[in-house]
């Protein structure tokens, strides 16, 4: 999200650059028909999270255009353009990024700056035509205001999917778990079923053995026979 909000900061300057070039404007020293026209788009122009868009020299970084200047003209003793921005893993002054930059129409400088003891992310973008520079500003904080707004309530259908799927996770592990039982207690009871025939099949087995040997021993001798049999009576 908050590379979204970047991204419309760079489309909203690149807007404004076509905007500023198709105006046709010569030159905007404070004072001059041209600069008014420019500190009038400054003015009526809407930026996002708390946001404005300004004008400043490429050379030295002054202000040229802002949208306070009507209520504080002493804003144009400012030079915004030395303020250090720092882009991914490259920081300097803003007039100095910029020079850096391609030197194709519209070449875009975009990071964060301190601005007023607050964080900014700022979109730089060059005006050829009048031969300055058109900054973008949005409030990192009304960014995070934003974002934050936005994933509460996503974060909230989060916390109830998951105390669903939990639920359901619960409810399917005792069940498993009493299938398993239920099939661990059939398994016992097929295995006691077999335990018990085997042990008939012992008792028959070592019956026979026993009846067998009494039955050897009265072949042998007809007094001892008739004996076992008396006794077995």
């Known amino acids: 999200m908050h590379s979204h909000v970047v991204a419309e900061g760079q489309a909203q300057a690149h807007q404004l650059a076509v905007k500023v070039a198709a105006m046709q404007l010569g030159s ?40 306070n200047l009507g209520e504080n003209p002493s804003l144009l003793e400012l030079f915004p353009g030395r303020k250090i921005l720092i882009s991914g893993e490259k920081s300097g002054p803003i007039v100095d990024l910029m020079k850096a930059a391609n030197s194709r129409d519209f070449s875009i400088v975009t990071g964060k700056v301190e601005l007023d ?34 994933i509460h309530p996503v974060m909230q259908i989060g916390y109830v999917l998951t105390a669903f799927i939990v639920g359901v996770t619960a409810i399917l592990t005792v069940f498993l778990i009493n299938r398993y039982e239920a099939g661990l207690a059939d398994a016992n009871v097929r295995l006691e079923k077999q335990v018990g025939q085997r042990t008939r099949s012992l008792l028959r087995t070592r019956n026979a053995v026993i009846y067998g040997l009494a039955k050897l021993a009265e072949s042998r001798d007809r007094d001892t026979g008739e004996h076992l049999e008396r006794i077995r009576s």
């Open 117 to 150: 003891g607050q964080l900014h992310v700022l979109t730089s973008v060059r005006l050829p035509t009048v031969d300055a520079v058109l900054a973008v500003y949005q409030s990192d904080t009304a960014i995070e205001q934003f974002i934050a707004s936005t």
């Open 28 to 67: 905007v020293e404070p004072g001059s028909i041209d600069w008014w026209r420019l500190q009038g788009l400054c003015e009526e122009v809407h930026i996002n999270h708390d946001g404005f868009v300004c004008v400043m020299r490429p050379d030295n970084g002054a202000l040229l255009c802002h949208p």
